[in-house]
């Protein structure tokens, strides 16, 4: 037996024990931060209200509402992977455990990606664990979130790829079965979050750079054709298409009074996030021991640490061979899809791409480590054995994260979902309430729901309850400045058309009549029609 033919069995033999290794890391991390409860950001439950209506036979619609009108709110690929579970189950438990296997799925492709680039499978899984343990992913794993079913369909569609052109022998593209999957893959994961649009300017750049332009012809095509199912279904009903292009030139997403940007802003905004992103952001989520405070001002110790994490994932994605060309397009255009749309947001929208950096980054610092020892004389191999230790500065930031997702509710929030059991126990289904995070109401209420006109004009707030058929408008103290900015304001202005039907303390919390009559009386309308 060749030593070529047993260097391939023995590793065909250790194969499982690394991918067992691999699981068992993961439900080590994943059962030790999970957080079984609701989680706070609210878009959590409005994925689960939309998983719920198409379970239900009520198709992509808002369920706050009593009669289902269809709604565009989010993309649709992760609800309807959230419904192949909610049909059989209303756990919230079940989604998470769910939502945490497409980490694992993802990491997994990943190994096998490192490990069919000719790197030693101790480096494919040194690299892994460490991609498991960052904090961010793990944390939106446990979320129900589409962070980490973005994540799968992407690594999906680069592993797609790596089995296309493996395949090759001659053979046209178009006889592959992998090239139309990687198509479904990218698509389906432009379909679980817009911010996909980044993973086909890869795809279509690693076509590009390795100059195979009928596949680049090809996928670009494809990927049109699947654009036009979601496109069609919102033209029929009537809800346009992407709400966020209409965020682009906003000043800001949260304060709408404040107006649109002119291109010269919208431009210093690009740059002013992509800094963000570079010298605060990627240290932060690659590198757990590191402090960084996102209010202050870039300092030279950040741009000095982002230069050299920049520099140690492009060694790493060199590594990849051909396929370097699809890590660099696509961190290099989330990036800049992300400045494009959004306003400095801390390291939120890197999640689903965090995992690819990582192993870049431990393949990266690997391989310079590697050349530096040769050079310097060292006669023995680098063990990348070595490079779990830098697990060891996850451990913080990952006790940090349990006692997060085991801490009880806020008071505040204790008391909003008490208002929103009593409404489910003592008023109809069909009775509108008006909240701020209506979708996190609904979860408790499990009846009508919606929210407030944000504008500091009374009059318009008071008539956009009355368009909405308003009957209960609860006032609490979550700490969103809406509340206070546009909300209370409006109360204060017209306390005859608030009567407190429930009060809780220790932060106040109410339950408030909202006398319709009385309402359109104040502002000049004529009265309402009896509900």
Not at 64 to 75: D, E, G, K, Q, R
Not at 306 to 315: K, N, R, S, T, Y
Not at 496 to 522: I, S
Request: net charge positive; hydrophobic share 50%; proline share 5%.
């Amino acid at each position: 037996m060749s030593r070529q033919t047993q260097t391939l069995k023995k590793k065909t033999t250790s194969l499982p024990f690394y991918v067992a290794g691999l699981v068992v890391v993961f439900l080590i991390a994943f059962t030790y931060i999970f957080n079984a409860k609701i989680d706070l950001n609210g878009d959590n439950c409005r994925y689960y209200m939309l998983a719920s209506s198409i379970a239900g036979g009520h198709g992509y619609a808002d369920v706050t509402n009593p009669a289902y009108p269809p709604t565009n709110v989010f993309p649709p690929g992760y609800p309807l992977l959230m419904s192949l579970l909610r049909i059989f189950t209303d756990s919230f438990i079940a989604q998470k455990i769910f939502n945490g296997l497409f980490l694992l799925g993802s990491v997994l492709l990943l190994f096998f990606f490192i490990k069919g680039r000719k790197s030693s499978l101790p480096l494919a899984f040194a690299a892994c664990v460490l991609a498991l343990l960052v904090n961010r992913s793990l944390a939106f794993a446990t979320m129900m979130m589409s962070e980490t079913a973005f994540l799968f369909f992407s690594v999906l569609t680069l592993w797609f790829l790596y089995k296309l052109d493996q395949g090759k022998n001659g053979k046209p593209f178009w006889k592959d079965g992998y090239f139309y999957l990687s198509i479904f893959a990218a698509a389906y994961c432009y379909h679980i979050r817009t911010q996909g649009i980044a993973l086909i300017v890869a795809v279509l750049g690693y076509f590009l750079f390795t100059k195979r332009w009928k596949e680049m012809l090809g996928f670009g095509a494809g990927f049109v054709l699947c654009l036009f199912p979601w496109m069609l279904r919102n033209k029929w009903a009537g809800v346009g298409q992407s709400r966020y292009l209409d965020t682009i030139a906003l000043a800001n997403p949260w304060r709408p009074e404040e107006g649109s940007l002119g291109l010269g802003e919208v431009i210093h905004r690009f740059f002013d996030t992509f800094r963000m992103l570079l010298t605060k952001a990627l240290p932060d989520s690659l590198t757990p021991y590191m402090n960084v405070d996102y209010g202050s001002a870039t300092t030279f110790g950040e741009w000095l640490a982002a230069i050299l994490l920049v520099v140690l994932i492009i060694v790493g994605i060199w590594q990849f061979g051909k396929f370097k060309w699809f890590f660099l397009f696509y961190i290099v255009a989330t990036f800049g899809v992300i400045s494009l749309f959004s306003t400095p947001s801390g390291n939120r929208y890197l999640t689903a791409l965090l995992p690819l950096m990582e192993i870049s980054l431990a393949v990266g610092v690997y391989a310079v480590f590697r050349v530096a020892l040769r050079k310097a004389g060292w006669a023995k191999e680098l063990s990348p054995w070595l490079l779990l230790v830098l697990c060891l500065f996850s451990f913080h930031r990952l006790q940090v994260l349990h006692a997060e997702n085991n801490a009880p509710f806020p008071a505040a929030y204790t008391n909003f979902f008490r208002i929103g059991e009593a409404v489910h126990k003592q008023l109809p289904p069909s009775a509108v309430v008006c909240s701020r995070k209506p979708e996190l109401f609904y979860m408790y209420s499990k009846g009508a729901v919606t929210g407030y006109a944000w504008t500091e004009d009374d009059k318009t707030l008071l008539k956009g309850l009355l368009d909405a058929k308003v009957q209960y408008v609860v006032l609490e103290q979550l700490g969103y400045s809406s509340t206070s900015r546009y909300l209370y304001p409006a109360i204060q202005k017209h306390p005859a058309c608030f009567q407190v039907v429930m009060h809780l303390a220790n932060p106040d919390t109410y339950l408030l009549k909202f006398d319709r009559g009385q309402a359109a009386k104040e502002i000049n309308l004529p009265a309402p029609a009896a509900q």
